[in-house]
């Protein structure tokens, strides 16, 4: 055992800054393994003090404990995964795989702790007879859950054989994400002639230029940044340099080389396959949903093949727009079928007619200060709170703006830090994360919750546009954000964010709607240069356009979920060598039209590779979107997207209870019955035409 003892690691020294944020300004990569060892170390002298008390098994000294032990532990870990994500290095990285093992060993050592797990044990069995609260029962079951998820109640062998698993696991997603981030960090398309922006707005041009800029080169570049990339899709009219950027966004993880993932998807399948056998279900995917709302793939499969059938016909009628454009734009002969680099710009160019959208006329309305100021504004109006900017807070990158919470009271009751821009040391994508959860177990904690969006950065001095979509992705992190923040529970292990994967997408999603609520655009949209409020036709339009792509969004999302659901339902020794051809194979069988793509392929899919938490779970966005489009009628019902009433029951029984509750009841004690599906088909535009 490494000790860090000699008092000189930061990580080790009780932090000594405002609100006990990581001291981020002294910390080095070198820092961290040494602390999270020494971390690990106590954790497990916490845990088995707990196990070797002569008293008999309580809550208080067993169930409590245990979740209050182990702190150190859980912030070092918080800090070091978020730096891993947001401002990696080469030097980071190395920890992080040097450590994956580790890491893994230690949380099989804390869930096959037989004398911890015997006393968790005889609670459970007599959890009726223990005179606990609500919460408290809730706690009892969640923790003997985790255990016997987590191994438990296997025989000696098999636990060894289920830590190997779990250590080689965790060494595989590492890999896997790093080298997702190695192909989209090495790609550039570099712009040089002006035929090579033809088509593209200013926006896009800028962004290009400090995209360039940040890697330290002159001139413009396209990097698979989803917000240059998928503009660029959209807007570039050379179809020659579209397809080869949608080639390189398509193949990541799947060049021959150090960074070739096909190996670790297949070997990732057979090990979760073989953990599942081991836990005695058929499939990953059976293991996967006991721990859900959904319970069963049946259910899954109910819901996205009912999706899948309504959204192809969808996808065909916008697939009709498009090919009448081409058409009239005399396209018709030389460019006879649309091409998946194709669908995104034709797309744009329908948007533009039918509902004259045009990204350009639209992105001036929304600038990133003003829509960080909605977004808090929509939370103080709905919950109460308020957000006050702490310059001096420390940070992680100069970039990251932090904030205090304050409740309507004055008191700070959270932290936020926002670190919007994309740049080469940051992951892709957009998510919440915490470097503290809120609890009451062992005195009041306030939570510090991280959102990361991957915002192309304007060029120093210029402010820095958002397309509706980014909008959006902006409100769906703060609604994951807002989750963190008022959570109010009693115990860490319910805290939050630590609900069930499938209700997880409810507060982000949900959250979305206030984005394009007419009230909250005509007071906060207003245009960079003049400072004019969003025109009500713009609204209009916006609105229209909405359903228009839904065809596209959802079939490209389902078959993301079909092609997980399909991978993780196939049983130990069924596992294809070749992950590339079975992605294929299950979506030819399916009908994945022509011209679409996918959201994600096995080979860059980090919801389902690059950890556990979303395998045989790519399908929660859809689950919760049939929660959040039927909570969300609640206020259409109301009559106001603010009705006070309502407000207060979400904040109460979905914002702030975490897992307290089991989810089916705390949503049915928010809406006062069960959630309906026609919401969401509306909302997406799916509902037969009449
Ligand atoms: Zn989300």
New binding site residues.
């Given amino acids: 055992m490494v000790m860090a003892t000699d008092g000189t690691n930061p990580l080790l020294q009780p932090w000594a800054t405002p609100y006990a944020l990581p001291p981020f300004a002294a910390l080095r990569a070198e820092h961290f393994a040494p602390a999270l060892l020494e971390a690990m170390h106590q954790h497990r002298a916490e845990l088995d003090a707990i196990a070797l008390q002569p008293e008999a098994p309580s809550f208080d000294n067993t169930v409590a404990r245990l979740d209050a032990a182990g702190r150190l532990l859980v912030r070092l870990e918080a800090v070091f995964h978020n730096l891993c994500a947001s401002e990696t290095s080469p030097a980071l990285q190395l920890v992080q795989r040097e450590m994956a093992g580790p890491m893994a060993a230690h949380s099989n050592a804390v869930y096959m702790h037989a004398g911890l797990f015997a006393r968790i044990d005889a609670l459970h069995a007599r959890r009726a007879d223990l005179g606990l609260g609500a919460e408290q029962q809730r706690l009892l079951e969640q923790t003997h859950l985790d255990f016997v998820r987590a191994g438990a109640r296997l025989a000696p062998a098999a636990q060894r054989r289920y830590a190997a698993l779990m250590e080689r696991l965790a060494a595989l997603t590492t890999q896997f994400g790093q080298n997702v981030l190695a192909d989209e960090s090495a790609y550039r398309l570099v712009l040089q002639d002006e035929a090579d922006f033809a088509g593209l707005p200013e926006s896009v041009r800028a962004a290009a230029q400090q995209a360039a800029t940040e890697r330290g080169l002159g001139g413009h570049v396209i990097t698979l940044s989803r917000s240059l990339l998928v503009p660029f899709l959209s807007f570039s009219e050379r179809r020659d340099l579209r397809e080869q950027a949608w080639r390189a966004w398509t193949s990541r993880g799947e060049h021959a080389g150090a960074n070739d993932n096909r190996a670790i998807v297949r070997e990732i399948l057979q090990l979760r396959a073989e953990q599942a056998a081991l836990h005695g279900k058929p499939s990953y995917a059976d293991y996967a949903l006991d721990n859900s709302m959904a319970r069963e793939q049946v259910a899954v499969q109910r819901l996205l093949d009912n999706v899948w059938r309504r959204a192809l016909p969808a996808l065909e009628r916008e697939r009709e727009q498009l090919l009448t454009l081409m058409r009239e734009a005399g396209h018709g002969r030389l460019q006879p079928a649309i091409e998946p680099w194709d669908w995104r710009y034709w797309a744009e160019k329908v948007r533009q007619r039918t509902y004259a959208l045009d990204d350009a006329e639209i992105k001036p309305y929304f600038p990133l200060e003003r829509m960080v100021a909605a977004a808090f504004d929509c939370a103080e109006r709905l919950f109460g709170v308020r957000f006050v900017e702490r310059a001096d807070l420390p940070v992680y990158h100069p970039d990251v703006k932090a904030y205090e919470m304050r409740a309507s009271d004055g008191r700070v009751a959270g932290i936020f830090l926002h670190d919007n821009f994309a740049r080469p040391s940051k992951r892709s994508g957009a ?2 994360s915490s470097l503290r959860q809120q609890t009451r177990n062992g005195g009041e904690v306030i939570p510090v919750i991280v959102n990361n969006n991957n915002f192309a950065k304007a060029s120093p001095g210029e402010p820095t546009l958002l397309s509706f979509d980014d909008v959006r992705t902006l409100f ?2 703060f609604g ?1 954000g807002l989750h963190g923040l008022l959570s109010s529970v009693g115990y860490e292990r319910l805290s939050g964010t630590n609900v069930l994967r499938d209700f ?2 409810l507060p ?2 949900l959250f979305e709607h206030w984005m394009s609520e007419p009230a909250v655009l005509r007071r906060h949209a207003r245009h960079v240069v003049t400072g004019e409020a969003i025109p009500d036709a713009l609204i209009e339009r916006l609105a229209a356009a909405r359903r228009f792509g839904q065809g596209f969004e959802t079939v490209r999302y389902t078959a993301s979920a079909l092609t997980d659901m399909a991978v993780h339902a196939l049983p130990a020794g069924q596992v294809p060598d070749d992950v590339v051809a079975f992605e294929a194979r299950v979506l030819r069988e399916r009908g994945l039209p022509p011209g679409v793509g996918l959201n994600h392929r096995f080979t860059h899919f980090q919801h389902l590779f690059a950890g556990s938490g979303y395998a045989a779970g790519y399908y929660v ?1 859809l689950w919760a979107e049939v929660l959040d489009a039927d909570a969300h009628d609640a206020f259409v019902e109301a009559g106001d997207p603010f009705d006070t009433a309502v407000a207060a029951r979400l904040k109460r029984h979905i914002y702030a209870a975490g897992d307290s509750v089991e989810p089916g009841a705390t949503y049915a004690a928010f809406r006062g019955r069960a959630p309906q599906l026609e919401p969401m088909l509306k909302k997406r535009g799916l509902l037969a035409p009449a």
């Fill in positions: 998510w919440m769906h992190e994951h997880v997408e982000s999603q966005y």
